[in-house]
């Protein structure tokens, strides 16, 4: 049986093509699913309770206004341009791209309640980044979704695990929980370990730990700032032998900036 992997355009980002709007903005994200992607997104609480996709709370990095959505209403936020979380969901049924990626951040664990209301009747979505207690409370309300952890190197829990939220789990940690949980989101975050050798965590010997999971991988151009990226990992020419080897491990899914990238719509033999 032929099986297409995930094309995540993150943020609903193509770098391969000029932008019309900013990140994430309705228009963008129309086009990536135009264009046939699949999508990794950002829902994000506005100060009426309402939800719409955004990376950023910040206005500033987006559009140049010293403004948060989180203070706003529903009407300020599609104004600028933004689309709401039910709006979205409503589209993605119009269009053949079979599941897409809903990052729930740390701090979503306190508004749980409101992100279940919206979720309540799609299927077109899975859930991310989300650690055991949450994923036991989101699992019991909505047991038709799919469900997935951050999963990653030791060394870059130590490093990073405080900026997530301490959402990251090492493999071990992740497979005692493993009822819980249908996505191995992996994120190697860059190749250096605690004294500067290589580690890999995209690997045969991991794949075949998290065997009978669904593996989904964040391309490491991703991690733009992160300490110790390898030198020119971020360019997309450099990031070609690294792509090659993930798709060689023929995942579930890629989370991308570049979902233009020629092979990544290929098929593959499940």
């Not at 049986?1 to 193509?14: D, T």
């Not at 599941?99 to 899975?126: P, R």
């Amino acid at each position: 049986m032929l099986v297409l992997m995930l094309i995540l355009s993150h943020r609903g980002i193509n770098l391969a093509k000029r932008p019309s709007s900013f990140e994430s903005s309705r228009i963008e994200l129309l086009l990536r699913l135009k264009e046939g992607f699949s999508l990794e997104i950002d829902p994000l609480l506005l100060g009426d309770n309402n939800i719409v996709i955004s990376h950023d709370d910040s206005l500033i990095r987006l559009l140049g206004i010293d403004k948060k959505l989180s203070k706003m209403r529903l009407e300020e936020a599609e104004d600028l341009g933004f689309i709401s979380l039910p709006e979205l969901l409503s589209i993605l049924d119009s269009y053949p791209q079979t599941l897409h990626a809903l990052h729930i951040k740390h701090f979503w664990s306190e508004n749980l309640e409101s992100l279940i209301e919206n979720l309540s009747s799609t299927k077109k979505v899975f859930l991310f980044d989300l650690i055991p207690s949450v994923a036991k409370k989101i699992k019991d309300r909505l047991p038709h979704l799919e469900l997935g952890a951050s999963v990653c190197h030791p060394y870059d829990i130590s490093r990073f695990g405080k900026f997530t939220g301490n959402t990251l789990l090492s493999i071990d940690e992740f497979l005692e929980y493993g009822d819980l949980y249908t996505w191995a989101w992996l994120d190697e975050w860059d190749r250096m370990d605690l004294n500067g050798k290589e580690k890999a965590l995209y690997s045969i010997e991991v794949k075949e730990k998290l065997k009978g999971k669904k593996l989904a991988i964040v391309s490491p151009e991703l991690h733009r700032t992160s300490p110790g990226l390898l030198g020119g990992e971020v360019h997309p020419d450099s990031l070609e032998t690294r792509w090659e080897e993930i798709k060689k491990l023929n995942p579930d899914a890629i989370c991308t900036d570049y979902p233009e990238y020629p092979f990544w719509g290929s098929g593959r033999e499940a």
